[in-house]
């Protein structure tokens, strides 16, 4: 399933290549066919990521909302801009099981940001699938716009670009004060808030509990965009037990996860990649980049002994999801 860097890299797409253009809005599939209707031929004003979902604003006041949940994608092709992360390999990169990219981190710094010119190209002709990984389609030779291709719950089209949606968990028009009611829900985003009060709100809510803290982290009510691999490794690197319950959990620890969250999701926005570990040598940031094996402390390395101590990391299902950590060091 995305975590919170993938939507939010999927939102700046949509910022890009969709936001100021009139869209036609279509369920190829037909699920959708009401909602679309809603929005169709209206101009796209926003688009923005909170936590794990999407909301795209159009100049009627109203909102399309869409949750990839673990099936969903979006097929993005025409004549769009592609970062440098996404331009650097022809591979799939993002989650982990994929090959990513070789930049390093110094002319990741020299592209100066995701919203600086130089990061971004110029429009060309492109198929991209955004999920919780970005791959681009090698063949840049297709026929504007594609025909839909299976279940497109929603087609988003322009003159020169369009997105095609399949398998989302959540896929609504809402009015501004439905998108309120969403957003309120959620904790704090460290993308759109690093305050002092988003940290408050997230050490309230984890020492309030008795759940824990393993599963407050992927609670998207306690705070947004942490996923299953985000969450391994953020506790491995506070070397926090998982099983402690949030109530129990010190609150410098709690503010040093949050802050932790800040420092990650940052990297993976820019990157595209959940890299989690830190102070490589160039050679390692290079291997860890292209391979998810070189990459993570804990995530999927039950039984591999553990980087630090070398204890076999151990895996059991909490709430249904795989939990890594290390028995030793998370003591
Ligand atoms: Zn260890």
Redesign the pocket.
């Known amino acids: 399933m995305p975590e919170g860097h993938s939507v939010h890299r999927i939102a700046r797409q949509f910022a890009r290549n969709f936001v100021g253009h009139a869209v036609r809005v279509s369920s190829p599939q037909g699920r959708f066919a009401e909602g679309a209707s809603l929005i169709d031929g209206h101009v796209m004003t926003d688009a923005r990521a909170v936590g794990k979902q999407m909301f795209l604003a159009f100049d009627n006041g109203l909102w399309l909302r869409v949750h990839l949940g673990i099936y969903g994608a979006w097929d993005v092709a025409g004549e769009i801009t592609t970062d440098d992360t996404i331009r650097s390999t022809r591979g799939r990169m993002g989650q982990t099981n994929q090959r990513g990219t070789v930049l390093d981190e110094t002319s990741l710094n020299d592209a100066a940001g995701e919203d600086s010119i130089h990061s971004i190209g110029a429009p060309r002709k492109a198929r991209l699938r955004m999920s919780e990984g970005e791959k681009e389609n090698d063949d840049p030779d297709f026929a504007f716009p594609p025909e839909p291709v299976g279940a497109v719950r929603v087609r988003l089209l322009t003159e020169a670009a369009v997105a095609d949606l399949r398998g989302p968990t959540a896929c609504e028009v809402l009015d501004d004060a439905q998108v309120r009611t969403v957003i309120d829900r959620l904790g704090p985003d460290p993308e759109l808030d690093a305050s002092e009060a988003a940290e408050e709100r997230v050490v309230s809510a984890v020492r309030r509990k008795q759940t824990p803290i393993g599963q407050l982290l992927m609670d998207q009510s306690v705070v947004s965009g942490i996923g299953n691999v985000y969450r391994a490794e953020l506790l491995f690197r506070a070397r926090l037990n998982p099983h402690t319950p949030g109530k129990a959990v010190p609150e410098e620890t709690v503010r040093g996860l949050w802050r932790d969250w800040v420092h990650l999701l940052a990297i993976g926005v820019r990157t595209g990649q959940m890299m989690t570990m830190d102070n490589l040598s160039p050679a390692d940031y290079a291997k860890a980049m292209a391979s998810r094996d070189d990459r993570h402390w804990v995530y999927k390395r039950e039984g591999l002994p553990?980087?630090?101590?070398?204890?076999n990391i151990a895996m059991q299902l909490l709430a249904s999801r795989k939990l890594y950590w290390?028995p030793?060091?998370?003591k």
């Not at 553990?306 to 204890?311: I, W």
């Open positions: 553990c980087r630090v101590c070398g204890t290390c030793y060091c998370q």
